[in-house]
């Protein structure tokens, strides 16, 4: 089945800079790549996807690249801000055959992002 | 935010104890899921259901079960609680072709 790697497990950053996390896949068939928030206490919430036939897409300050070929996605925060500290998980998933995608995601580990004011 | 709700929100229970756990919708979205969260380990699947009576198992489903009577209903079984089953748990619904998951605001249990 499917397998997510995270790296790195921990980032710290002074407010402003830029942060950068990375996850590989296993499986070549997944084609949904999205990207979710957890703040402290809280639920994950989804802050940005991505599909198999796009290679970047941005919203903000926030961007997703996908290199389907080394099968790793990434994850990209300008201008930092205290309150994009939270954990941040990847996922992977991939269609059913002649179906839709299911939402049957698998995680990264995480990453604890801590933006220092 | 989606109409996902969980209960109970905590819970303390021995080893040994069976425990039930309730996800309740009012999206009427198909799917739904049951993750479990652990440091160093992320989120990870239990069980998930494509729709009334059609479940299927995830990554860790050893040591639970599920069942799906209603649409809006996905209730997790711990038949025996151990204490690797002490977690926090979330529940999951996801539409038909977005692969977006809204998630409950998780259960806490805890297996002395």
């Known amino acids: 089945g499917e397998n997510v790697e995270q790296h790195p497990s921990t980032l710290s950053v002074q407010e402003g800079d830029s942060a950068v996390i990375k996850c590989t896949y296993s499986d070549s068939a997944s084609n949904y790549f999205p990207w979710y928030k957890q703040e402290l206490g809280k639920r994950p919430q989804l802050i940005i996807d991505?599909?198999?036939?796009?290679g970047e897409k941005k919203d903000q300050r926030i961007a997703v690249t996908l290199n389907k070929t080394a099968k790793h996605f990434s994850l990209h925060i300008t201008e930092t801000q205290p309150e994009d500290s939270a954990v941040y998980f990847c996922?992977?998933?991939?269609?059913?055959?002649?179906?839709?995608?299911?939402?049957?995601?698998?995680f990264g580990q995480g990453t604890t992002l801590q933006v220092k004011p | 935010d989606a109409g996902i709700t969980q209960s109970p929100r905590h819970k303390v229970t021995e080893t040994g104890t069976p425990v039930t756990l309730r996800c309740h919708q009012t999206e009427n979205h198909r799917y739904m899921y049951w993750y479990r969260q652990d440091p160093g380990h992320g989120l990870r699947l239990i069980h998930y259901s494509y729709g009334v009576k059609d479940t299927d198992k995830g990554e860790v489903s050893d040591g639970y079960s599920v069942s799906r009577s209603k649409t809006e209903d996905f209730l997790l079984t711990l038949e025996s609680a151990t204490s690797s089953q002490t977690s926090v748990y979330f529940c999951?619904?996801?539409?038909?072709?977005?692969?977006?998951?809204?998630f409950g605001e998780g259960s806490r249990l805890t297996v002395l």
């Open positions: 999951a619904i996801s539409e038909l072709d977005t692969g977006e998951l809204f």
């Open positions: 996922a992977a998933s991939k269609k059913r055959s002649g179906s839709s995608n299911t939402g049957k995601l698998i």
């Open positions: 991505i599909r198999s036939n796009v």
